[in-house]
């Protein structure tokens, strides 16, 4: 009877310790799905200026944890996705320094708005995070916004581009048709040019000549 009573509480810890686990990562998929997603730090819930080491650490035990295979949440995999696209781009170079620097800029804007200085009080607050917080999302809208546009007008610059290209192309591709059909037709015009000249040297057929008719 022992036996059995320690055998339902094992079951029960094992149940409940499971439930701990699935809430764990329903917790942590809708963290993921909720966070900003412009901002890697964010969808990783790390801090900015955090080593590599620590990215990578992070994205492994946060993609672990969610892992489509190991939950039953549908909305596993879009999460799984938007925590492996955060970790791409904070281990690119570039991308991660223009996130630094957009970051770095709302802090910049917040302390020029406020007239406060870089040793105020007030950015030690957890009022001052918040705020940094929601500022870092409009300066990288912004940055976002101006992307875009930047590309769409490269691409229009390029379509301009590649338009001019193909029109000189094919007024090359007309010139050697032009040429081609000038050749081809080189031995007839020679022969019809013999034969104009034949004509006007006498040679052409003799006409013929008017009998005369007697006087009287």
């Not at 917790?27 to 080491?53: H, K, T």
């Not at 990578?56 to 879009?78: E, F, G, Q, V, W």
């Not at 999302?137 to 769409?152: A, G, N, S």
């Not at 007024?171 to 040429?179: A, C, G, V």
């Amino acid at each position: 009877m022992a036996e059995d009573d320690t055998k339902d509480d094992k079951d029960a810890l094992d149940a409940l310790e499971l439930e701990a686990k699935e809430f764990n990562k329903d917790a942590e998929i809708d963290r993921i799905l909720n966070a900003f997603r412009l901002d890697a730090y964010a969808v990783l819930d790390l801090q900015p200026g955090v080593p590599e080491s620590d990215i990578k650490m992070t994205y492994r035990k946060k993609s672990l944890l969610i892992h489509p295979d190991k939950t039953s949440n549908p909305r596993a995999p879009d999460a799984f996705d938007r925590l492996k696209k955060a970790q791409t781009e904070l281990m690119d170079e570039k991308h991660r320094a223009r996130l630094d620097e957009s970051i770095a800029d709302a802090r910049m804007l917040l302390i020029r708005d406020h007239k406060w200085t870089v040793d105020s009080e007030e950015l030690k607050t957890d009022a001052f995070a918040k705020m940094w917080r929601e500022k870092t999302k409009e300066v990288l809208i912004e940055d976002e916004h101006r992307r875009r546009r930047q590309m769409k007008a490269q691409m229009q610059q390029e379509g301009r581009e590649q338009r001019r290209v193909d029109e000189e192309v094919e007024e090359r591709k007309r010139k050697r048709q032009h040429e081609q059909d000038w050749e081809a037709t080189r031995d007839e015009r020679i022969s019809s040019w013999r034969q104009f000249q034949k004509g006007k040297s006498g040679g052409g057929p003799e006409k013929k000549k008017k009998k005369l008719k007697p006087i009287g």
